[in-house]
Structures are given as C-alpha cells and as structure tokens.
C-alpha cells in the first residue's frame, strides 16, 4: 500500500494546515500512523501539528523548491511576485516534529522559522541525520550552523554540506548554549494558530498553476541551465 505523499496546490490542506483526509487520501494509506514520506511543497501549510500522529514519517519535504529566482520570470508571466510567494510554505514551528521518532530526513528550506531554539524539538530524534533550513529567518543567525550541530549529535548533513568530524567538535565549543520555551511561551504558541494573515488579493487558479509549473520545471534543470534561463529572463525586462 502507498505511503507517500507527494504533490502540491490546496488539495494538499485548507492553506492553513495540513489536512488528515487530504493526507490519508493522497497516500491512500489507511491511517496516519503508516505515512513514511511526506512531500508539501507550495502548498500554503502554516502549521503541521497534524505531524503528531505521524510516528512513522522517515522524510519530510516542506520546502518551497526554488531552484533560482524565478520572480523575474512570474512577473514577466504578468503575476504579481509578491502574491505568488503566497503560494510557498510558511512553518513557524517544529513543535509537532518531536513526536516524529522515525525521522531521518527533514527538508524546510525558504520557510518562516526564526527562533533557534524551535531546533530543541528535534534533539531526542535519533534517526535524524539530514536537516536544509537555510532561506529562514533563523538561518541568518552568526551561529546558527554551530548551535544546531552542537544540539544535533547525529546530524551528517545539514543544509546540504556535510558534517565533519573537526567541524562537529568546534561546533560543541561554540555553539549557542540554548534555553527551552517556558510553560507560558509553549501555551501560547499553538501550531494551529500560526498561520499567517492572507489579506488583500491572491492568485488565481491559473497562475498558481504557473507558478508551481514554473517551479516544477526549474528544479529539474542543471546549474547552466538555469543560468541560461535567468539570463534570457534578465534580456526580456530589459528590452524595450
């Protein structure tokens, strides 16, 4: 019986979080507990507290695969660059995350992560040996790389470069000494309530569809191809 989850656009959840009935149908499992692979690109998810009733996910994939700028091509397209940005994740919090003891992947790239201490929810997963969360917020942090090795014993992989014996012992000198949410900060953060606010205009279902297409097609480009694209994408705004 399938247990992967793969694909994109509303069907996936409500835009807020992922969706049961979505899931299970998707992966035409019989219940949560059987999920293995989860993959909710684009999809519009704030919140994974479904996650929790996922024991048995080994990789998750909620990136928004951007394999260069496309902003220059959606908005030659005519779609607004910053409508279409609505389209991508927004995870604020790996909360759910911690109930995940099969976890050996987790991809979050270009999501809304911004307190270091959200990576706290991951350090009694033993089985989590790849971790990509560059492009959020948290990542811009001096010492982001060192405090989630430090935290992270059995990481070998983290934003896509490996872990060196020798970066791994600098790493438990340097890191971040890191102090737990308190009681208070853990009941007022609810992943159902992190959804962020969607006001004014959206998409269109023709141009999400672009959107995604645009997506889809550049992540199975090389790195010369795709600097081709951009460069005939940067000669079409600048013609007259």
């Not at 990542?139 to 982001?144: G, K, R, V």
């Not at 000198?173 to 959804?195: H, I, M, N, Y």
């Amino acid at each position: 019986m399938a247990n992967t989850l793969s694909g994109s656009g509303p069907s996936m959840g409500t835009g807020v979080a992922l969706n049961a009935e979505a899931v299970l149908a998707k992966t035409r499992a019989d219940e949560l507990e059987a999920v293995k692979h989860l993959n909710c690109w684009g999809s519009k998810i704030t919140s994974i507290a479904l996650l929790r009733h996922m024991p048995a996910v080994e990789v998750v994939s909620l990136s928004q695969i951007l394999a260069f700028d496309t902003h220059g091509l959606i908005a030659f397209l005519g779609i607004n660059p910053c409508l279409a940005m609505r389209s991508v994740n927004a995870i604020q919090s790996l909360r759910p995350l911690q109930s995940c003891t099969q976890l050996q992947e987790l991809y979050l790239r270009k999501n809304q992560i911004a307190d270091l201490r959200e990576i706290l929810y991951l350090k009694d997963l033993p089985q989590l040996t790849v971790l990509w969360m560059s492009d959020n917020p948290v990542a811009e942090q001096e010492d982001y790389r060192a405090t989630v090795i430090k935290y992270l014993p059995h990481l070998t992989k983290l934003d896509n470069l490996d872990i060196t014996p020798t970066e791994r012992e600098e790493a438990n000198k340097t890191g971040r000494e890191l102090v737990p949410f308190t009681a208070e900060e853990e009941s007022q953060a609810s992943e159902d309530d992190a959804s962020l606010s969607d006001n004014g205009a959206t998409l269109t279902a023709r141009e999400d569809a672009v959107v995604k297409a645009i997506d889809q097609l550049c992540s199975t480009l090389s790195a010369a191809a795709l600097q081709r694209v951009a460069a005939t994408v940067n000669s079409w705004q600048q013609a007259p």
